[in-house]
């Protein structure tokens, strides 16, 4: 496969970079089949699929990464998060990927609005864990803020979790910290939108053609439920799917009926492609 010129292979001490977009982005693969890939959120890396990526290797190609500014990835040209979808995306070319199923959680949401609206790499389905994918309204907008304003001031590290699973699992709260710890320090605005910035994604999802499930923890504090049903409902076509007693991080407190779910809706996006 001849690579983009932006694109070349890097080895540091014999771990996966490829040199993309002024950085060097960490990544690994696990598995065979279709390639699926999943996109982290602002309080992990490539470690939190930890529980999902040996159930998905059993079906699926499982691409992993570290998006600049955290992990192995270093923001060293300073692009931050304008450039997290064209680092992914130059990811998926080198990987020689003319299709591919995303999983994306929270802020991993704007690669996953990248691949599906952005590449010529087809998104055969979009699953959009805790995060709106950029499909918002007025009153979605209100809600966000009230959902902001509930939190206070403690930042989200805080609400990445239900409080039952701390109390609970204070081994799996302890682990998913310290994954957290290993990211570099950003700007505390790093993930921040323009001011004034008033775009929505919801007409495009909605026009793109890939299936599309909107998934979110029971008491999510950060995205809640009524949030994200409302987002869903301004993406005709689009799933929309409670998962009980997790938080924001439904993936690594409830993994089992996560996987489960995704799962499911892959094969549904799968029967559904065989039939057009």
Not at 167 to 181: H, K, S, T, V
Request: with cysteine; charged share 20%.
């Amino acid at each position: 496969m001849l690579l983009p010129p932006a694109c070349r292979m890097v080895h540091v001490l014999d771990v996966p970079f490829i040199e993309v977009n002024g950085i060097e982005l960490y990544y690994e693969v696990h598995g065979s089949g279709p390639p699926l890939l999943f996109a982290h959120g602002q309080g992990g890396n490539h470690l939190v699929w930890w529980q999902q990526v040996p159930f998905f290797a059993k079906h699926y190609t499982c691409i992993t990464f570290d998006a600049r500014a955290f992990g192995r990835s270093h923001d060293i040209d300073g692009k931050g998060r304008s450039s997290f979808g064209a680092d992914v995306i130059g990811l998926l070319q080198h990987l020689g990927a003319e299709d591919v199923r995303v999983v994306a959680h929270s802020m991993g949401g704007r690669i996953g609005i990248a691949i599906a609206l952005r590449s010529n790499i087809a998104c055969k389905a979009l699953v959009l864990s805790g995060t709106n994918g950029g499909a918002v309204d007025d009153a979605i907008r209100d809600r966000q803020d009230e959902a902001a304003r509930a939190r206070g001031h403690q930042g989200l590290g805080p609400h990445s979790v239900a409080p039952a699973f701390k109390r609970e699992r204070p081994d799996m709260w302890f682990l998913y910290q310290a994954i957290g710890r290993l990211n570099p320090p950003r700007p505390r605005d790093f993930l921040a939108l323009p001011p004034g910035f008033r775009g929505s994604t919801a007409e495009r999802l909605a026009a793109c053609g890939a299936p599309i499930l909107y998934l979110v923890g029971e008491h999510d504090t950060v995205t809640p439920p009524g949030m994200i049903e409302m987002c869903h409902r301004i993406v005709p076509g689009s799933r929309y799917q409670v998962v009980e007693g997790a938080g924001h991080s439904t993936y690594f407190e409830r993994p089992e009926e996560f996987n489960g779910v995704v799962l499911e809706f892959l094969r549904a996006a799968n029967t559904r492609e065989s039939h057009l």
